[in-house]
């Protein structure tokens, strides 16, 4: 069946309406034949007939009766259509896939999602939690808008934007029972010697480095204990005395029973402990208006 046109919908509706083709055509700005015309090659083309007609009255049939909520949603939305595409253009309105990492969740995510949604309640937003290389191949494969991932400063992401939205110390998570875990600080040099519960390299390659970096400079090489994921799960494993783990100091707000944060001083020939960031990414060269509205509100957050 040919497409059948917008305009037809409407005078249907209209004598749906009047029962009265010559209201009807009044209202519609012609005169009744065509009027007639129309709605009889309407129902040819939808092969169906949607009014009993007689001398004196028009009705609905049932098929009529039917068909009008739908024909009267359809209308509605086509004259809505106008107003949604400036709200689109305007960043009012359409989607936003958002990757996070399980840092920025425990405080900054939830007061941005709340505080977006409250200004344009119309832009979608469908939000993942991934780590930063799983991060990486969803925006090589246009899966992703934009995301918060977790890096050493100065990192910077191939051919994407980013901001900067937090910057804070790491700090050690030491199992309860560790003698360390009764000093309210500690020292490079007291802590190099622990074996270490850390993330894959894969998953924050730059953190990982310069981790590494600092037992290098030191003339050490770390004893990896385990390797895990996500902080909550690192932070788990610290509880159960698999080794110590130096997290960003926003994990500390996860308090799991058995694991202490004491914050490291670099100590008088130790190299210079090295801090970490937060940054929302993004691909600037197809950024949609309403991921670039998520983004001037981030920045002005």
């Not at 100065?154 to 029972?177: D, I, K, T, Y």
């Not at 202490?260 to 210079?272: H, I, M, N, Q, W």
Request: aromatic fraction near 8%; charged fraction near 15%.
């Amino acid at each position: 069946m040919n497409e059948i046109e917008l305009r037809l919908w409407n005078q249907f509706a209209v004598l749906a309406e009047e029962l009265h083709f010559g209201r009807a055509a009044q209202r519609l700005f012609m005169t009744q034949p065509p009027l007639t015309q129309a709605i009889a090659q309407l129902e040819k083309r939808l092969a169906v007939r949607l009014f009993d007609r007689t001398k004196r009255s028009v009705q609905l049939t049932a098929t009529g009766r039917a068909l009008l909520p739908e024909v009267l949603d359809l209308l509605a939305r086509a004259q809505a259509l106008p107003e949604h595409a400036r709200a689109a253009a305007a960043g009012e309105l359409g989607r936003l896939r958002l990757a996070f990492v399980s840092t920025v969740g425990f405080a900054l995510l939830p007061q941005w999602v709340r505080g977006f949604r409250a200004l344009y309640p119309k832009v979608q937003m469908e939000l993942v939690e991934a780590t930063g290389d799983v991060q990486l191949e969803a925006f090589a494969r246009g899966e992703m808008d934009a995301g918060f991932m977790l890096h050493a400063p100065g990192f910077a992401p191939l051919g994407l934007a980013r901001h900067v939205v937090s910057q804070e110390p790491l700090v050690l998570a030491l199992p309860e029972q560790n003698p360390l875990a009764a000093l309210p600080s500690l020292t490079l040099p007291a802590v190099l010697d622990q074996p270490l519960v850390i993330f894959p390299r894969r998953i924050v390659p730059s953190l990982y480095d310069a981790i590494f970096g600092v037992y290098h400079a030191a003339g050490r090489l770390p004893e990896v204990a385990q390797e895990a994921i996500q902080m909550q799960t690192i932070v788990n494993l610290v509880s159960a005395g698999l080794g110590c783990a130096w997290v960003p100091q926003s994990v500390t707000q996860f308090q799991r029973p058995g694991v202490v944060y004491r914050s490291v001083l670099a100590g008088k020939r130790g190299a210079a402990l090295p801090g970490c960031e937060t940054s929302l990414v993004w691909s600037a060269a197809d950024a949609s208006p309403a991921l670039l509205r998520f983004v001037e509100f981030v920045q002005q957050a």
